[in-house]
């Protein structure tokens, strides 16, 4: 396993702002949409049943944009070890040449789902998340 995950997002009329290319609160979304994604494919079954994560910091780069209909495919990861009880996603979007034409690092932050206290993140939680080197 390498720790990356993957999903492709296409752009809808609804999307698109009033500059003719996805609004930046859309990307922001697809970030999140991604994140929750990843979580619910590679998280251990008792992971998910007790911890829920919060977005506590987006740092986005934009280097290009898409239109209505036009596809990107997302690439997520999980950045370093995590600190306490917050963990660094990064996640890049390419257009259908390959060029990285968004690119986000953000912080996320684990609660008890019962809590909704904040919780260290452990090593065991976040592995299936992380780059793998190879052997």
Same mark, same amino acid.
């Given at each position: 396993?390498?720790?990356r995950f993957t999903r492709s997002f296409t752009a809808?009329?609804?999307?698109?702002?009033e500059l003719g290319h996805v609004n930046n609160a859309v990307w922001v979304q697809w970030i999140q949409e991604l994140a929750g994604a990843h979580w619910? +494919?590679?998280?251990?079954?008792?992971? #998910? +049943?007790?911890?829920?994560?919060?977005? #506590?910091r987006h740092e986005i780069d934009y280097r290009g944009n898409i239109v209505a209909g036009e596809s990107v495919k997302a690439e997520t990861w999980i950045d370093g070890a995590p600190k306490g009880a917050k963990s660094d996603r990064r996640v890049d979007?390419?257009?259908?040449g390959g060029k990285v034409i968004v690119s986000a690092r953000t912080t996320w932050a684990m609660l008890d789902k019962e809590t909704q206290r904040l919780v260290r993140v452990r090593p065991e939680?976040?592995?299936p998340f992380q780059l793998q080197e190879p052997q």
């Open positions: 396993m390498t720790g809808e009329p609804h999307h698109i702002d619910d +494919a590679a998280a251990r079954p008792d992971d #998910v +049943a007790q911890f829920i994560w919060v977005v #506590v979007f390419r257009h259908a939680v976040v592995a």
